[in-house]
C-alpha cells in the first residue's frame, strides 16, 4: 500500500543518515520527508454509501410480482446500478433484519431473504445492519440475517449473532483497507439480549460516553490494519431535515479523533445536510433509498427522497483522507418502487416530480466545490 511504501523509503533515509557523519538535522529531515511525500504517485478511490433499505409491505408484494411467485427485489435498484457497481467499495444499509418464513412489516419488520439476492447482484460489498429495528426478530433474526448475508458473500457489521463475529470489519479497496464501524442509537426500546448482539450508544447518555465505544472500535480497526476508518451511524430524529444536538455533539467528538475519516448516517428517513467538521465530512443523513413513505401516506415529501454519497478517497504520501463529496439524489417512483436518479431525464413522465425532489434534497444537503450533487 502506498503508505506502507512510504514508511519504507523513510526508514531507509533515517538508516543513511545514521551513517552519515553530518547528519541532518531536524528541519531537513522533515523537508526531506515532505519530499518523498511529494513523489509518492496519489491512489484515489471512490466508497459509495446508500440509505436504508426499508421493505415495508407493498414492496414484498411488488417484488412477488416482479419475480412470478418469487420474490426479486432486483428491478427496484437497475436505474442507480452504476452508482454502487462503479465506485471501487459499496455499502449499503439494511435496516431491518431478513427471514426465511413469512415476511412482516412496520411496526415489527422481517424481510423476505430475497432482498440479499438484489444487494449481491447490484454489486454491494457489505452492509451496515444496526438500526433500531436490528432486534425485531430478537437473536433468530439478528442470525438469520448475518447467514442470509454471508451464504451471498456479503460482508456485513453493526449486530452480530455470536460474541465472536463482533469486532472490526476490514474491506479493500484497490490497495487501501477500509474499516466500517456501524451503531445505532436505539432499538426502538427492545433490550439487548446479548450485551454484543447489537452495536448501541443511547442517545440521551452524556457524548464521552457514547463516543467510547465507537472509538475504541475504531483503534482496534487501525490495530488490525486499517488505512481508513469509517463510523456509520443509525441516529437522529425521524422526518427531521435537521440534526438534532445528539447527533452534532456525537459527530463533533467522532471527527475530533484522528481514529475517525468520515461519518455517514441513516435513521432519519430524510436527507439532512453534509458538513465538514473538525476537517473531515459528515453526511448526517441519507434518507430512505427505498421504501413506501411519501406524502402519500401522510408523511412528509421528503421520505420519498434520498441519496448515494459518494466518497471520494485520495491516498498519499500525506495520508488517506477524504477529497469531496459527490452525491447522487434518488427518488422512489411509487408505482414500481424504482429507485431513479432525481432528474428529469431520468423518466419524463415524472419529469417534474424529480426536478422538485432534487431540489429538496440538493437544497439541504448542500452543495460547493467539496460537496458536490451529481447528474
Not at 107 to 131: Q, Y
Request: aromatic letters at 6%; proline letters at 7%.
Amino acid at each position: 500500500m502506498v503508505v506502507f511504501g512510504l514508511l519504507f523509503l523513510l526508514v531507509v533515509m533515517v538508516t543513511d543518515v545514521g551513517k552519515s557523519d553530518d547528519p541532518l538535522s531536524p528541519e531537513e529531515l522533515r523537508l526531506a520527508e515532505e519530499g518523498i511525500a511529494e513523489q509518492v504517485e496519489p491512489v484515489r478511490f471512490t466508497v459509495s454509501v446508500s440509505g436504508d433499505l426499508l421493505i415495508h409491505s407493498p414492496l414484498w408484494t411488488r417484488a412477488l410480482e416482479n419475480g412470478g411467485g418469487d420474490y426479486d427485489f432486483t428491478p427496484f435498484f437497475e436505474a442507480i446500478r452504476p452508482w454502487i457497481a462503479g465506485p471501487e467499495l459499496a455499502l449499503c444499509h439494511l435496516e431491518t433484519p431478513l427471514t426465511t418464513a413469512e415476511p412482516a412489516s412496520y411496526p415489527v419488520f422481517a424481510t423476505p431473504d430475497e432482498l440479499a439476492d438484489a444487494v449481491e447482484a447490484m454489486g454491494w460489498d457489505a452492509c451496515d445492519t444496526a438500526s433500531n429495528h436490528s432486534l425485531d426478530g430478537g437473536l433468530d433474526g439478528i442470525a438469520t440475517t448475518g447467514e442470509e448475508l454471508d451464504r451471498r458473500g456479503i460482508e456485513h457489521t453493526g449486530s452480530f449473532a455470536e460474541a465472536g463475529r463482533r469486532g472490526p470489519l476490514l474491506l479493500d479497496a484497490g490497495r487501501v483497507k477500509v474499516a466500517l464501524v456501524a451503531y445505532t442509537d436505539m432499538t426502538n426500546g427492545i433490550p439487548l439480549p446479548e450485551p454484543w448482539a447489537v452495536n448501541v450508544v443511547p442517545a440521551d447518555e452524556p457524548v464521552r460516553e457514547r463516543t467510547v465505544p465507537i472509538l475504541g472500535d475504531a483503534r482496534r480497526a487501525r490495530e488490525a490494519g486499517a488505512d481508513v476508518v469509517m463510523v456509520n451511524m443509525h441516529w437522529g430524529d425521524e422526518n427531521s431535515t435537521e440534526p438534532n444536538d445528539s447527533q452534532v455533539e456525537l459527530a463533533d467528538a467522532l471527527t475530533a479523533s484522528p481514529l475517525v475519516d468520515v461519518v455517514v448516517g441513516q435513521g432519519p428517513h430524510v436527507v439532512q445536510p453534509i458538513r465538514r467538521m473538525n476537517g473531515k465530512f459528515v453526511v448526517f443523513s441519507e434518507g430512505n433509498l427505498v421504501s413506501n413513505q411519501s406524502a402519500l401516506v401522510g408523511l412528509p415529501a421528503e421520505t420519498q427522497d434520498g441519496l448515494i454519497a459518494l466518497l471520494d478517497f485520495i491516498a498519499d504520501g500525506h495520508g488517506v483522507r477524504v477529497e469531496r463529496v459527490r452525491y447522487v439524489p434518488t427518488w422512489v417512483r411509487l408505482d414500481d418502487y424504482v429507485v431513479l436518479s432525481a432528474e428529469a431525464g431520468s423518466d419524463p413522465d415524472y419529469a417534474e416530480s424529480l426536478r422538485e425532489s432534487r431540489q429538496r434534497t440538493v437544497g439541504i444537503a448542500g452543495r460547493g466545490p467539496r460537496i458536490v450533487p451529481v447528474g
